[in-house]
């Protein structure tokens, strides 16, 4: 299938998911296209080494349906058919989603549907949570909402930290989003209302 991951920064994700295609992890995901909202995003610098196309969409300024219109060009004109979100900070436009929908993918860093937003990992500090971890899910038009496709869990220790907790679920999130794009891009992914059934072999 051929892949965009739209990402806003460090693009951790960005780098697992080339590094578990270079050890042939994911045959039926093939990375066309990187879509970064700012300029600074090290994403760029990733998909330079890789020598992945990109385009720097700068969002700022910028509405959100001009800003989608622009990417949805550009994913049609590439011939994108999934679209993984990759740290990507931006709240996509209904129009977007349901251009692609059910194509599109990303990975949060708490059991959802505990603590959607921005802020996961010091909600579930801040709430006393003894587990999280991360989930990959289909997208949809609410936040961290859509159908879960994978989880992993973390313990949450009296000594962690929202940073030190991050650093435990972003390895985790290494390991499983590869995973869950490979599910979706070999067509194993199956509906049944927001549950996901995934088709064995
Ligand atoms: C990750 O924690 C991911 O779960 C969240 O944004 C962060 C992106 O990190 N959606 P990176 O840019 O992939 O390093």
Same mark, same amino acid.
């Given at each position: 299938?051929?892949?965009?991951?739209?990402?806003?920064?460090?693009?951790?994700? $960005?780098?697992?998911?080339?590094?578990? *295609?270079?050890?042939?992890?994911? &045959? =039926?995901?093939?990375?066309?296209?990187?879509?970064?909202?700012?300029?600074?995003?090290?994403?760029?610098?990733? *998909?330079?080494?890789?020598?992945?196309?990109?385009?720097? /969409?700068? +969002?700022?300024?910028?509405?959100?349906?001009? $800003?989608?219109?622009? *990417?949805?060009?550009? %994913?049609?004109?590439?011939?994108?058919?999934?679209?993984?979100?990759?740290?990507?900070?931006?709240? %996509?436009?209904?129009? $977007?989603?349901?251009?692609?929908?059910?194509?599109? /993918?990303?990975?949060?860093? +708490?059991?959802?549907?505990? $603590?959607?937003?921005? =802020? *996961?990992?010091?909600?579930?500090?801040? =709430?006393?949570?003894?587990? +999280?971890?991360?989930?990959?899910?289909?997208?949809?038009?609410?936040?961290? +909402?859509?159908?879960?496709?994978?989880?992993?869990?973390?313990?949450?220790?009296? !000594?962690?930290?929202?940073?030190? %907790?991050?650093?435990?679920?972003? !390895?985790?999130?290494?390991?499983?989003?590869?995973?869950?794009?490979?599910?979706?891009?070999?067509?194993?992914?199956?509906?049944?209302?927001?549950?996901?059934?995934?088709? &064995?072999?």
């Amino acid at each position: 299938m051929r892949v965009a991951v739209m990402a806003s920064g460090r693009g951790s994700n $960005f780098q697992a998911i080339i590094d578990s *295609a270079d050890r042939g992890e994911i &045959p =039926h995901v093939a990375i066309e296209h990187l879509i970064v909202n700012n300029n600074k995003a090290y994403a760029i610098d990733i *998909a330079k080494k890789h020598n992945i196309n990109y385009t720097i /969409i700068e +969002s700022k300024g910028k509405n959100r349906k001009d $800003f989608d219109d622009e *990417a949805l060009k550009l %994913l049609k004109a590439q011939k994108i058919e999934i679209i993984v979100l990759a740290g990507f900070m931006r709240i %996509l436009t209904p129009v $977007f989603i349901n251009t692609y929908k059910n194509k599109i /993918i990303n990975i949060h860093p +708490s059991l959802l549907p505990s $603590f959607p937003g921005a =802020h *996961a990992q010091r909600d579930a500090i801040l =709430h006393g949570a003894k587990i +999280s971890g991360c989930t990959a899910h289909l997208v949809d038009e609410g936040i961290d +909402s859509g159908p879960i496709i994978m989880q992993d869990c973390v313990n949450i220790n009296e !000594t962690d930290t929202e940073k030190s %907790l991050a650093r435990k679920i972003l !390895t985790l999130e290494h390991e499983l989003f590869p995973k869950a794009i490979e599910l979706l891009c070999s067509n194993k992914i199956e509906l049944n209302g927001r549950n996901i059934i995934i088709k &064995p072999d």
